[in-house]
């Protein structure tokens, strides 16, 4: 059973960054894929960054502020988000889908406010 904990989300000023981390346990890191979600109130979830084929990928929004990256001996994939305004307001989640199995696992989620 594969666990995901996302931490990093907080209250910050536009202009602002901050980076969330998704700690990765219950299987082998290299046969997951990961992407980073969002849900902001009454609007469905969306997918702002994954990897395709090994490559960081990017909802049209968030392109040039936010980057994806995965540490593999730390089993954890990060989101550094930067030039933070506040429609990116939203409870942020990670994603992992494992390669083989295609089973789908979420993380808990955490909260990023955007001040303006």
């Known amino acids: 059973q594969v666990q995901l904990v996302e931490s990093g989300g907080g209250l910050v000023q536009a202009g602002g960054s901050l980076r969330l981390s998704c700690a990765a346990s219950g299987s082998t890191f290299s046969f997951l894929r990961f992407g980073w979600h969002r849900q902001s109130p009454g609007k469905q979830r969306e997918l702002v960054a994954s990897f395709i084929r090994g490559v960081p990928d990017y909802e049209e929004s968030v392109k040039g502020r936010f980057t994806i990256s995965r540490h593999g001996t730390k089993n954890t994939v990060y989101l550094q988000m930067n030039s933070l305004k506040p429609e990116d307001t939203a409870i942020y989640y990670c994603?992992?889908?494992?390669?083989?199995?295609?089973?789908?696992?979420w993380g808990q989620g955490t909260q990023v406010t955007v001040a303006s």
């Open positions: 994603k992992a889908q494992h390669e083989i199995s295609r089973r789908v696992y």
